[in-house]
C-alpha cells in the first residue's frame, strides 16, 4: 500500500490543514517510508519460546509494607476543632479582617 500526492491532500483537507506544495512530496515519501516499516513488521515471525517466556510477566515482590507513619487521629495534628474542621490562629497581618468576622460569630476573640 502507498500513499499518493492526493491521499495527502484529501486527508490534510478533512482535518482543515493547509498545505504547501514544495512540502507534499516530502510528505508523502515519509508517509510511504512509515507504511514499508509497518509492512515489514507484520511480516517478521516471532520464535514461539519468546512468546511463552512474555506471558508469565515480571515477578512482584511481596506487598508487605510498613505501617504509615502518619496513620493516627487527625485531632492530634491540630488539637483544636470545630465541626470536622482544624482551627488554626488567625495571622497578625490578618487582624483586622478577623475582628470584623469574630463580632459577627458573638465569639469575641479566637
Same mark, same amino acid.
Given at each position: 500500500?502507498?500513499?499518493?500526492?492526493?491521499?495527502? #491532500?484529501?486527508?490534510?483537507? %478533512? *482535518?482543515?490543514? $493547509?498545505? @504547501?506544495?514544495?512540502? #507534499?512530496?516530502?510528505?508523502? *515519501?515519509? #508517509?510511504?517510508?512509515?507504511?514499508?516499516?509497518? @509492512?515489514?513488521?507484520?511480516?517478521?515471525?516471532?520464535? $514461539?519460546? %519468546?512468546?511463552?517466556?512474555?506471558? $508469565?510477566?515480571?515477578? #512482584?515482590?511481596?506487598?508487605?509494607?510498613?505501617?504509615?507513619? %502518619?496513620?493516627? $487521629?487527625?485531632?492530634? +495534628?491540630?488539637?483544636?476543632?470545630?465541626?470536622? +474542621? +482544624?482551627?488554626?490562629?488567625?495571622?497578625?497581618?490578618?487582624?483586622?479582617?478577623?475582628?470584623?468576622?469574630?463580632?459577627?460569630?458573638?465569639?469575641? @476573640?479566637?
Amino acid at each position: 500500500m502507498s500513499v499518493t500526492n492526493e491521499d495527502v #491532500l484529501h486527508v490534510a483537507q %478533512l *482535518a482543515r490543514l $493547509a498545505i @504547501d506544495d514544495t512540502r #507534499l512530496p516530502g510528505l508523502v *515519501a515519509e #508517509l510511504n517510508g512509515i507504511l514499508q516499516h509497518i @509492512d515489514a513488521l507484520q511480516q517478521a515471525t516471532m520464535p $514461539a519460546d %519468546l512468546s511463552a517466556r512474555t506471558v $508469565a510477566g515480571m515477578p #512482584l515482590r511481596a506487598d508487605d509494607a510498613p505501617p504509615v507513619a %502518619l496513620r493516627r $487521629a487527625r485531632e492530634l +495534628f491540630a488539637p483544636a476543632t470545630r465541626d470536622g +474542621f +482544624f482551627l488554626v490562629p488567625r495571622l497578625a497581618t490578618h487582624g483586622d479582617a478577623g475582628a470584623s468576622a469574630s463580632a459577627s460569630d458573638g465569639e469575641g @476573640d479566637a
